[in-house]
């Protein structure tokens, strides 16, 4: 099998002769190549930058570097499928002749570049609209075989933050998740990674509820990950910025690993990686 729970009830998923375990939370460092990411975007404007980004990223202790082509962030304008591939296509090629053995995740929401990634060597594709936008993904994913992240979004990124409502939003969310896994089971496909989309069409107070309850959402016997990183949910608590987040972003991973998170996706790789190992030996001893 691809992926199993043994004794021990540990995760692995299988993909491209590399193998993810899900015995201790991972780190995914984010490396953004568009112009407009909300905190770090027109990073890059070489080849030569984006692999010493990623070089730096994996000294420092990233297990997953993830890509992206097409700024999600609220009201951002929508970037043609030919254009993210446009941005995408090169840095995947000498990313993955550059680090072959680095698990490289590929954030589109789009079948077709999702497939074309795959050619390319890419080992996780991360859907920020869980399938929302793009009829076609879910049956893509499941015929390469290749692990999902399956994140949830209210909306789309010109939408979601115009005034977002949920009656209940961590039974809304649960129950959307469990839907869409039985959608992959009948694909005979299990591979899946759950994000509740912090951020993502809800508000401050929607993010902090998913927060406190992840034990609810990883109850549907996948892997969670966490995507907090440098978020308004931050600013808009403690007056900080983007730019000024780092603190209060260690502070919500730390919540997120202790209520259960296998995987902090992260702009700061150094930070993350000592929560996780500073929350393991407290969780050993």
């Known amino acids: 099998m691809n992926a199993k729970n ?31 990411s909300f905190y770090d975007g027109g990073k890059f404007d070489t080849f030569k930058e984006v692999l010493s980004d990623v070089e730096e990223k994996l000294k420092q202790g990233a297990d997953i570097i993830d890509i992206g082509a097409a700024s999600s962030r ?4 929508e970037v043609s499928e030919e254009e993210e591939w446009q941005r995408l296509q090169n840095c995947l090629i000498e990313i993955r002749k550059e680090f072959p053995k680095t698990f490289i995740s590929v954030d589109t929401y789009r079948s077709t570049i999702a497939k074309k990634s795959a050619d390319l060597g890419a080992d996780i594709i991360n859907d920020i609209s869980g399938g929302n936008l793009d009829a076609e ?9 290749i692990p999902y992240i ?6 789309t990124p010109q939408t979601m933050q115009q005034n977002p409502k ?7 969310i649960k129950s959307e998740f469990e839907i869409k896994i039985n959608s992959f089971k009948d694909l005979n496909f299990n591979k899946l990674i759950l994000d509740v989309g912090f951020g993502f069409g809800k508000t401050t107070e929607h993010n902090y509820q998913l927060l406190k309850n992840l034990g609810k959402i990883k109850n549907l016997g996948f892997s969670i990950l966490a995507g907090l990183s440098r978020k308004s949910m931050i600013n808009k608590v403690i007056g900080t910025n983007p730019v000024t987040a780092l603190n ?4 919500l991973n730390t ?12 702009h700061d790789v150094t930070e993350a990686k000592q929560a996780i190992d500073l929350i393991e030996f407290y969780k050993t001893n």
């Open 74 to 77: 609220p009201n951002s304008l």
């Open 255 to 266: 919540i997120a690993l202790l209520n259960g998170a296998n995987i902090l996706r992260v």
């Open 137 to 145: 993904m879910f049956k893509t994913v499941a015929s390469i075989g």
């Open 150 to 155: 399956l994140m949830h979004m209210q909306g």
């Open 6 to 36: 043994n004794e021990n009830l540990t995760i692995v998923y299988t993909y491209n002769g590399k193998s993810l375990t899900f015995t201790k939370p991972f780190v995914m460092a984010i490396v953004n190549l568009t112009p407009d």
């Open 248 to 251: 209060g972003t260690t502070v």
């Open 166 to 172: 949920y009656a209940n939003v961590v039974e809304e």
